[in-house]
Nanobody, 116 residues
Framework: QVQLVESGGGLVQAGGSLRLSCDAS????????MAWYRQTPGKQRDWVAT???????AYADSVKGRFTISRDTAKKTVYLQMSSLRPEDTAVYYC??????????WGQGTQVTVSS
């Protein structure tokens, strides 16, 4: 059974940093590239970053140079280190495979709020 548990969100001032974690159970972590997504009310969920099983990474242009995705295979955990945060980064952040679709299973997400 797949389970994704995101944590680490919170309220931070612009320019600050946060580190998000995603604990993945089941086979989902070992079999897939993993990704972070984010969603604001009334908008679709957007892709933020991907990390492959061998550690290659990719980022959305809006976060490139500010966010870093990483994974700990032993812990089956994916991280998102966010720096130089901006108010427009405010969203609920989710992790999933890099091919997750809207109708797939999703965790509860973690809220990130950046104040100006």
């Amino acid at each position: 059974q797949v389970q994704l548990v995101e944590s680490g969100g919170g309220l931070v001032q612009a320019g600050g940093s946060l580190r998000l974690s995603c604990d993945a159970s089941g086979s989902i972590f070992n079999s897939n590239s993993m990704a972070w997504y984010r969603q604001t009310p009334g908008k679709q969920r957007d892709w933020v970053a991907t990390i492959t099983r061998v550690g290659y990474t990719a980022y959305a242009d809006s976060v490139k140079g500010r966010f870093t995705i990483s994974r700990d295979t032993a812990k089956k955990t994916v991280y998102l280190q966010m720096s130089s945060l901006r108010p427009e980064d405010t969203a609920v952040y989710y992790c999933n495979t890099d091919r997750a679709r809207p109708w797939d299973y999703w965790g509860q997400g973690t809220q990130v709020t950046v104040s100006s």
